[in-house]
């Protein structure tokens, strides 16, 4: 709009007016931007009271809890030890577990750390799906008695007191998740390492520290710190924390408050690191305290590049062709070092069998050196008939000699009698002359206990006489054809290879005579059984060892009772142990050498099958002459005596060679026999 100078200073109403209309307009604009901010206050009380209220509403419904007290007769009865098929392993029983030397230190000087975080619940597909009452067995598990460290003082629980209550308190969280949504989380797991360069209060101490989030937040936990397994690493102490995302508290034994809401954001990405964190910064405070350079760091690996790179996917075909290739490659491995272990088997036994054709020609040749000697033996040994008739009239002569000394003996007391009479009389005719009534007593007295002292000495004296005499024909006799030596304390000769024995007269009938000869006659009898006990012993080739004491010992419990007793007593006396040292070093030789024991080979007839065991194991080793029964190995013995050999020697049957006694005194030996193993 265009306007004059002069009419603008006359005064121009369309100019008025313009400028009127301009503020009216800022006006009203004015006004409606003051009405719309006090209307926007306005709505923004309003909206601020309703914030507030509904705030306050859902805190009111948020702190509300849930009383639920589990009436006595829905209480658990469960037993006080968890039940064993819960965790039991057959793998545990079989391997032994090892110490590791790996190292997980990164670049960054830290440590990674094992966390194992599972969420369970109604809707639980991963690995298995769920199971009513999974929650409490997975509790039980984690307290069982077996595997805590240090015992009951390995486990606690912020809702339960024992593991009755504390599977009550989780059937009742059960109960309560039922009637939540249909795929509810129950309970969540929590699997920790935990260094093994702490001791077990400090252990300790770190779990309680982790156990410090859970507390602020009001969950339910339950822990329990375990042992390495038996078929694991030794290194390997961890923790099982089992815990509720609901909160909840103890109000009394089986009495709880559960919260209406849950923290759900423990189970996200981020809680878990939030948790993962937690656990790092607990084991590494206390790992300072205790003054020990390691530290953990919540990265996993993969975030701190120590992990394997991520392989992408090749197919089903692909994947079995590779495990399939690599079972191969592990059974071609194991039948290589089986094929190695054979190799060395069959050259152990090629040089077994080596060993015993050798042995085969020495049992041979000892086999007839003995056969010649038992020939020889029965040839010079008188007849059985002649041998009793001898031994009868030694005993005779025996009975005759203890006849004589018991007439000695009665002559002897008979004429003491009166004299110890005639002694009597004349004391006691000085007394009554020479003292009075009351010293006369006293010697009456005295003089009567020595007569009874003499007369019990005169009383035992004959009994032992009579004992002595009774016992003579019991002494062991033994005949000898060896001229000139002392057979059980008598003197034999020999006469055209008759034997006669002269009787020895007894001792005088004195009592330490006669106790010293009872002595004598036990101790040659004790002698003969501990040699009978030890010639079984070795027969039955019973297993020598040393006791607590360093002494050896063998099992005796074969024995007869007559001889095991004398064995129990004189095992630990030198000879004793000097025998038993012998024995378990011929077992410690043969069990080192594999040493064939000659008397095995002896006993039995089958010595010529090890040649052919030989011959066919190694083609090469020629095989060995076969073995001769026991009749061709007489006959080869008389015929050797007929060619000059042992000229003073007959021949003897077969059949009484067969019939000899298989077990002979060494007293009873014939003398060229003995001569023959002192030479040999």
């Known amino acids: 709009m265009a306007i004059d100078y002069a009419e603008l200073k006359a005064g121009n109403r369309e100019a008025a007016q313009a400028l009127a209309d301009a503020r009216s307009a800022r006006h009203l604009t004015s006004r409606r931007k003051r009405e719309e901010a006090s209307a926007e206050r306005a709505d923004e009380g309003a909206r601020r009271r309703r914030k507030a209220m509904s705030d306050r509403e859902a805190e009111a419904f948020l702190s509300r809890r849930l009383h639920i007290k589990m009436p006595e007769g829905d209480r658990p009865r469960t037993r006080s030890r968890t039940p ?17 030397v790996t190292n997980a230190r990164g670049s960054d000087g830290r440590h990674s750390i094992h966390f194992a975080f599972t969420a369970r619940g109604f809707g639980s597909k991963n690995g298995r799906r769920w199971r009513a009452g999974e929650a409490e067995r997975a509790a039980l598990y984690s307290v069982r008695e077996e595997a805590l460290e240090g015992g009951e003082l390995g486990w606690w629980s912020n809702v339960a007191d024992d593991r009755n209550e504390l599977v009550a308190h989780y059937r009742a969280s059960e109960a309560l998740e039922a009637n939540d949504r249909a795929n509810a989380n129950i309970y969540l797991v929590e699997v920790i390492a935990l260094p093994a360069e702490l001791t ?25 710190i375990h042992l390495p397994d038996a078929a694991g690493d030794q290194r390997n102490f961890h923790l099982h924390l089992v815990y509720s995302m609901r909160p909840c508290q103890r109000v009394a034994p089986y009495e709880w ?125 008188p007849s059985p008939a002649a041998l009793k008739a001898k031994m009868r009239d030694h005993l005779e002569r025996q009975m005759s000699v203890a006849d004589q000394a018991t007439r000695a003996a009665r002559a002897k007391l008979t004429p003491a009698r009166p004299a110890v009479s005639q002694r009597l009389t004349s004391m006691r005719h ?45 002494h062991p006799i033994a005949i000898e054809h060896d001229t000139g030596r002392t057979v059980g304390g008598d003197r034999t000769s020999s006469t055209d290879g ?25 101790l040659r009898r004790q002698r003969e059984i501990y040699d009978e006990a030890l010639a079984m012993l070795r027969r039955k080739r019973g297993r020598v060892w040393l006791d607590a004491d360093g002494r050896y010992d063998i099992d005796d419990a074969d024995l007869p009772t007559r001889e095991r007793g004398v064995w129990q007593r004189l095992k630990s006396s030198a000879e004793a142990q000097s025998d038993l ?96 193993e002192h030479e040999r």
């Not at 209060?201 to 969950?219: F, M």
């Not at 099958?609 to 080793?621: G, K, R």
């Open 84 to 100: 064993r098929k819960l965790f039991t392993r057959m793998v545990e029983q079989m391997l032994r577990g090892t110490v590791g």
């Open 200 to 224: 077990a209060e400090q252990r300790r101490q770190a779990v309680k520290r982790i156990c410090r989030q859970l507390e602020r937040l009001g969950l339910a936990y339950t822990v329990g």
């Open 257 to 381: 408050q559960f919260a209406v809401t849950k923290r759900t954001e423990i189970n996200t990405p981020a809680g878990i690191m939030q948790r993962r964190c937690a656990v790092v910064v607990a084991i590494n405070e206390t790992l300072r305290e205790a003054g020990i350079d390691k530290r953990y760091t919540p990265l996993s690996n993969r975030d701190r590049g120590m992990a394997q790179p991520i392989r992408g996917k090749v197919g089903q075909q692909a994947t079995w062709a590779a495990r399939r290739l690599a079972a191969a490659d592990d059974r071609h491995a194991s039948l290589l070092i089986l094929q190695d272990q054979l190799r060395q088997v069959r050259t152990g036994l090629v040089d077994a069998a080596k060993w015993l054709g050798s042995a085969g020609a020495v049992v041979r040749r000892r086999c007839l050196g003995m056969a010649i000697k038992l020939s020889d033996a029965e040839a010079i040994m």
């Open 430 to 474: 000085d007394l009554g002359a020479t003292a009075g009534a009351s010293e006369l007593a006293n010697r009456r007295e005295v003089l009567g206990t020595h007569l009874a002292g003499m007369r019990s000495h005169t009383v035992q004296t004959v009994a032992d006489i009579a004992t002595w005499v009774a016992a003579i024909p019991q």
């Open 498 to 522: 008759e034997t006669f024995v002269t009787p020895t007269p007894p001792p005088s009938p004195i009592v330490g005579e006669m106790q010293a000869a009872r002595h004598q006659a036990a």
């Open 581 to 676: 040292a012998d024995i378990h070093t011929v077992q410690q030789q043969s069990v080192l050498t594999g040493v064939l024991d000659i008397d095995a080979v002896e006993r039995a007839t089958g010595v010529s099958a090890l040649p052919s065991a030989t011959a066919l194991l190694d083609p090469t080793i020629p095989e060995a002459e076969p073995a001769s029964p026991p009749d061709d190995l007489l006959q080869v013995a008389t015929a050797t005596k007929q060619r000059g050999v042992f000229a003073q020697a007959e021949s003897v049957d077969p059949e009484q060679a067969r019939a000899r006694p298989k077990g002979r005194d060494k007293d009873q030996t014939p003398a060229i026999l003995q001569k023959s």
